[in-house]
Structure formats: structure tokens, C-alpha cells
């Protein structure tokens, strides 16, 4: 069965910095484009960040450029968020999205991010 878990979510101040973790088994990883999506309470799911299977093309959201760089190790399944630079407003639920094909889609179960003094 083809799974995610996110993790490295928790709380820190405003300017500090945290590295999320998308751990994926049961697919082809190297083949999947990923991504990060993120939602706070009573908003939409907003994409965050996303980057080809080979990982050479990435694109942000206007809101994380220059503070945030999602990239992968395909030798370890494993996708990363770095963030830094942390603003409250960045306080969500982040979720791990992969994307195959024409029409297979996968989702992690979410990690916590909260930034507050």
C-alpha cells in the first residue's frame, strides 16, 4: 500500500527555523512529482511548494519565497520542506502530496506547524 508520514513538525518562534520530513513507501518514489500543501484552521488547502520527480524544477508559493526550499533524496524515499525564516502566519497543518501518472495521487496524514512567542 503506498503511504506518507510526515514529520518534524512542532512549535517554534517567530524567525526560527524547522525541516519537515515526508517519509514514502509502497510506490515508485523516483517516478512521482512532489509537493507540500498546508491549511489553518477555517482555510483552504493551499499548495506550498512542488518539484518534478527529478527534482530540477521547483516552484512557491509568493508567500515562502525565499525562506522556505522543498527538495528530495530519491535514494532514500524521503521528501524534505526546509523553512526558514518563520512567520505566524505560517502556523498550518502541513501535508505531504506525490503525484503519478494521469491520475494516481497520494496523501500524508499532516504534521503540525505552529510559530508563536
Known amino acids: 500500500q503506498a503511504q506518507l508520514v510526515e514529520s518534524g513538525g512542532g512549535l517554534v518562534q517567530p524567525g526560527g527555523s524547522l525541516r519537515l520530513s515526508c517519509a514514502a513507501s509502497g510506490f515508485t518514489f523516483s517516478s512521482y ?21 527529478a527534482g530540477g524544477s521547483t516552484n512557491y508559493a509568493d508567500s515562502v519565497k525565499g525562506r522556505f526550499t522543498i527538495s528530495r533524496d530519491n535514494a532514500k524515499n524521503t521528501l524534505y520542506l526546509q523553512m526558514n525564516s518563520l512567520k505566524p502566519e505560517d502556523t498550518a497543518v502541513y501535508f ?10 497520494y496523501w500524508g496524514q499532516g504534521t503540525q506547524v505552529t510559530v508563536s512567542s
Do not use: F
Not at 505531504?96 to 495521487?105: D, H, I
Open 33 to 53: 512529482a512532489m509537493s507540500w500543501y498546508r491549511q489553518a484552521p477555517g482555510k483552504e488547502r493551499e499548495l506550498v511548494a512542488a518539484l518534478t520527480s
Open 96 to 105: 505531504c502530496n506525490a503525484r503519478g501518472g494521469w491520475s494516481k495521487v
